[in-house]
């Protein structure tokens, strides 16, 4: 129940996934943090990609330095409660 509050708490998650990680764990992060209701900005993958048309509130973005400023800045833009309803809407 601890776990869960503390996700709760988080406003943005942002996953950067080294290729090593790429398929083993990349995925259930972003699920898990689906799951509570936090955005996330994180690499693109295949397994990202599908969640992220499936519904799930995620930034996807390619590994370069520019790609990761525009996606942080773009999110950043945003006020807590548009970044709340972004995550709310997409849980269903």
């Known amino acids: 129940e601890m776990y869960r509050v503390a996700l709760s708490e988080i406003d943005i998650a942002v996953l950067p996934v080294s290729t ?28 990202s990609y599908v969640l992220t048309q499936a519904g799930l509130p995620m930034w996807n973005v390619e590994s370069n330095h520019r790609q990761w400023v525009k996606a942080l800045r773009a999110v950043l833009s945003y006020d807590d409660i548009e970044l709340k309803y972004f995550a709310q809407a997409n849980r269903e």
Not at 32 to 44: D, H, K, L, R, Y
């Open 20 to 47: 090593e990680d790429r398929i083993t764990r990349s995925w259930l992060r972003i699920l898990e943090f689906a799951a509570a209701g936090v955005p996330v900005i994180g690499s693109t993958t295949a397994e």
